[in-house]
Nanobody, 118 residues
Framework: VQLQASGGGLVQPEGSLSLSCAAS????????IGWFRQAPGKEREGVSC????????YYADLVKGRSTISRNRSTNTMSLQMNNLRPEDTAVYYC????????????WGRGTLVTVSS
């Protein structure tokens, strides 16, 4: 059972980036999914998630209107599209999954670094 995040890198302010997370050993379609991030010196915070069976996405205020979370059932991957990036978006981004009925995320990816800088 594994989650592998990718797609991080250096991007200029106001630029865009798409993060991807591949699941192996289990089906993302049967789990709630989420993206989290941790900036240097700060605690990990939630960015976006799809926590219900009907698939309604949630976005934290810090990324609302600039991000889109999605999942691809055919490839068993989840993605986070981020636009209009700001220097304060610089962080290690983690993908995670949990059973719909669980309160805590069970599966975590290792994280991918996003640096927003000119």
């Amino acid at each position: 059972v594994q989650l592998q995040a990718s797609g991080g890198g250096l991007v200029q302010p106001e630029g865009s980036l798409s993060l991807s997370c591949a699941a192996s050993g289990f089906s993302l379609d049967e789990h709630a999914i989420g993206w989290f991030r941790q900036a240097p010196g700060k605690e990990r915070e939630g960015v976006s998630c799809v926590s219900t069976v009907d698939g309604s996405p949630y976005y934290a205020d810090l990324v609302k209107g600039r991000s889109t979370i999605s999942r691809n059932r055919s490839t068993n991957t989840m993605s986070l599209q981020m636009n209009n990036l700001r220097p304060e978006d610089t962080a290690v981004y983690y993908c995670a999954a949990r059973y719909f009925a669980a309160s805590n995320y069970t599966f975590w990816g290792r994280g991918t670094l996003v640096t927003v800088s000119s």
